[in-house]
């Protein structure tokens, strides 16, 4: 129902854009949001949009990564530029009233 791609690894500096592919009744009906989890630590929030385009971001990101969507095509993207070892983890999409989770994609900002 949620697909991530997009991830690899990079050099610090670098950028990737992740992309969530997301049913079309899910996308219909759902604020979408980016998480992340890195090795031994919880998930966590990183950015969201609603369904008419409002987005918010995790202050920690210091303005590094942009979320948007894409309604028509039912996609929802993470541009991460900047990246630093700090962000390597793997990145999730999720749908929040229906609470369902893609599988994941690996993000790394390694050196």
């Known amino acids: 129902q949620l697909a991530e791609s997009g991830g690899g690894l990079v050099q610090p500096g670098g950028s990737l854009r992740l992309s969530c592919t997301i049913a079309v009744d899910i996308s219909r009906r759902n604020p979408i949001a980016w998480y992340r989890q890195a090795p031994g630590k919880e998930r966590e929030w990183v950015a969201s949009?609603?369904?008419?385009?409002?987005?918010n971001h995790a202050d920690f990101l210091q303005g590094r990564f942009t979320i948007s969507r894409d309604a028509d095509r039912n996609l929802v993207y993470l541009q991460m530029n900047n990246l630093k070892p700090g962000d390597t983890a793997v990145y999730y999409c999720?749908?929040?009233?229906?609470?369902?989770w893609g599988q994941g994609t690996q993000g790394t900002g390694s050196p």
């Open positions: 949009v609603t369904r008419n385009g409002n987005i």
């Open positions: 999720h749908a929040r009233l229906t609470n369902a």
